[in-house]
């Protein structure tokens, strides 16, 4: 379970740029009544997706949602990053819920999957420890980052990160 949760800190750190900034990034944008609306569409997006995307795994395995996922989260972090309007906007939280939001319940799903039934408990425990530590650690270290590079730049980093990560799933064979 150890692989897939430190994937997951990793994804959970560059999701909690959402959670931390999101409001104060939409103010900058003048994007506040569209913002208001950011979770709503996100939420939407992976209540439809998840079953889906949960069937498709049980079926096909945790690779034909993940490498689309982790394409999604990042391709909604960039174009989060241009977002000056709300179309853009809350494509992005489309995308975004797409991707993480797949991202982090089929990841719980191989984390619990990974280890025989009597350790199940302590790769769900591992798994939100890391998951908590990203939401943790990220609005931190990103809160002193921004001052420097501001949104723009960070989402972008932030989209590159995850696709990177998409690789390290990858050479990790995570299955």
Do not use: H, W
């Not at 809350?90 to 991707?99: C, E, P, Q, T, V």
Request: net charge positive.
């Amino acid at each position: 379970a150890l692989p897939i949760s430190l994937l997951i800190l990793v994804m959970t750190f560059c999701f909690s740029s959402i959670l931390s900034y999101i409001s104060l990034f939409a103010i900058e944008r003048n994007l506040i009544t569209a913002a208001s609306y950011f979770f709503i569409v996100y939420t939407l997006t992976v209540l439809v997706s998840r079953p889906v995307t949960g069937r498709l795994m049980d079926q096909r395995g945790p690779d034909v949602v993940m490498y689309p996922a982790f394409l999604l989260f990042a391709v909604g972090l960039f174009f989060l990053s241009s977002a000056t309007d709300a179309v853009v906007f809350l494509f992005a939280s489309l995308l975004i819920g797409l991707g993480f939001g797949n991202l982090s319940s089929i990841s719980q799903t191989m984390a619990v999957k990974a280890v025989p039934r009597e350790g199940k408990a302590r790769a769900t425990a591992t798994f939100l420890i890391f998951f908590d530590i990203g939401n943790g650690l990220g609005p931190v270290l990103l809160g002193l980052m921004l001052p420097v590079i501001g949104y723009t730049v960070m989402y972008v980093l932030l989209g590159i990160i995850v696709l990177l990560t998409s690789l390290l799933y990858r050479r990790l064979s995570l299955r």
